[in-house]
């Protein structure tokens, strides 16, 4: 079953200019991870924010977590045309089997 | 760097063959994972492992099974594929139950005639 959420599902900026996607969950959670995906690849881990944590920052990368509101926001600074790829969110609960359910994801374009 | 490979990158098959995706890793992780992915419908669990010989069932295992009889391989079996198995099949590995990052594969692209 799907819990994340992104909005929204498409993005198109110009180089250089910053992205923000969001992420909203319904159930507690226990962390929240962003991945991202290029076109026919697997996923790569980008950042994993746990729920007793407000933000996180990872070279270009800034993630936000509001667990009052269920919501996560991923922003990329100063974006280059590499970056295009579809960012998904998953939520995790510690101890749960079923590890991390995923949205559908944020197709990002950075235009040259 | 943990590395997850999958034998395949495209696979064609015909309607009732039975099919093998077979995943390796190599970073000694107990739990492993199949995944399919749809447009539209996001990442779907079909099973995971959390040690050698135990599966559990994800989200929708119906039309597979698994096996993992070593630590490092996790196989995905389509005992008779069918068209609508035509998808993006991704395996992933992780340390942790729940609060460790996936290390994914790079998929595998099945089309089933």
């Known amino acids: 079953s799907q819990q994340g959420e992104e909005d929204p599902q498409a993005l198109s900026i110009q180089e250089g200019e910053n992205a923000t996607m969001n992420c909203s969950y319904k159930t507690s959670i226990n962390n929240l991870q962003w991945y991202r995906q290029n076109s026919g690849r697997g996923l790569v881990h980008l950042i994993l924010?746990?729920?007793?944590?407000r933000e996180k920052h990872s070279g270009r990368l800034r993630v936000t977590l509001d667990t009052s509101k269920k919501s996560s926001s991923l922003l990329i600074t100063a974006s280059r045309a590499a970056d295009t790829a579809s960012y998904f969110c998953?939520?995790?609960?510690?101890?749960?089997?079923?590890?991390?359910?995923f949205g559908s994801g944020t197709q990002l374009t950075v235009l040259p | 760097d943990v590395k997850v490979t999958q034998s395949s990158r495209y696979l064609v098959k015909r309607t009732g063959e039975k099919v093998f995706l077979e995943c390796v890793q190599d970073?000694?992780?107990?739990?492993m994972f199949w995944y399919r992915q749809d447009p539209g419908l996001g990442l779907r669990l079909i099973y995971f492992s959390y040690d050698v010989k135990m599966k559990e069932k994800g989200d929708i295992p119906e039309g597979y099974s698994v096996s993992r009889e070593k630590k490092e391989r996790f196989s995905l079996i389509l005992e008779s594929a069918s068209t609508n198995q035509t998808s993006m099949y991704l395996c992933a590995s992780s340390r942790r139950v729940g609060d460790s990052p996936l290390h994914f594969g790079n998929g595998t692209r099945l089309t089933v005639t």
């Open positions: 924010i746990r729920s007793n944590e």
């Open positions: 970073m000694d992780h107990e739990n």
């Open positions: 998953a939520t995790g609960v510690y101890g749960s089997a079923r590890q991390l359910t």
